[in-house]
């Protein structure tokens, strides 16, 4: 008899328990219930391919509601949970960065914030804080529309690898 996966438990969890599962993935709880609602999943993949549709779907506010899970780039998440663990390794390419590059970026952070009123979210993992930084430059010469498509693949990009995380075998 096989060992059971973190996917098998979730697809019988009582959805309470699911619904905390997937909100450490991402924080819009429209997308934890879709996500809830078409279980039972046979494979990583299949869980990301549903997850990719359900945050194609989603509306501004609901994508607002994941973003606000995420700390600015080169703030460390605070608290035990998974999900603040997981924000701390993503963004450790900022472990090394210089005073000076973590001080543009709290500046770009900010100049981000004001133009388009929501964190900066980029999928960090493997990126320095150079590189961070340089992408958010070239960001603010985004249009709002443009940005909006931009967040929503760097999103659907973080979901993936927390899906991965959460229910690789």
């Given at each position: ?7 098998d ?9 699911a ?8 924080g819009?709880r429209?997308?934890?219930?879709e ?8 494979d ?11 945050l194609g779907?989603?509306?501004q506010?609901?994508?607002?509601e ?19 663990g ?15 590059t ?6 770009g952070?900010?100049v981000?914030?004001?133009r ?21 430059r ?5 249009d709002?529309d443009?940005?909006?498509?931009v967040?929503r ?8 690898l ?8």
């Amino acid at each position: 008899m096989s060992e059971e996966t973190a996917l098998d438990r979730l697809n019988v969890a009582e959805p309470e328990a699911a619904e905390r599962e997937l909100l450490a993935c991402c924080g819009s709880r429209r997308w934890a219930d879709e996500l809830l609602a078409r279980r039972p999943y046979h494979d990583l993949a299949g869980l990301q391919l549903v997850s990719h549709t359900v945050l194609g779907e989603l509306g501004q506010a609901d994508v607002d509601e994941a973003l606000a899970a995420h700390p600015r780039i080169g703030e460390r998440a605070t608290g035990a949970g998974r999900e603040a663990g997981w924000s701390r390794a993503e963004q450790s390419g900022t472990a090394a960065a210089s005073a000076e590059t973590l001080e543009d970026l709290a500046a770009g952070n900010f100049v981000y914030e004001e133009r388009f009123g929501h964190v900066y979210l980029i999928c960090a993992t493997g990126l320095s804080a150079e590189e961070m930084l340089h992408a958010l430059r070239e960001r603010l010469g985004n249009d709002p529309d443009t940005e909006r498509e931009v967040v929503r693949a760097e999103l659907t990009k973080i979901v993936d690898l927390r899906l991965e995380k959460a229910f690789a075998p």
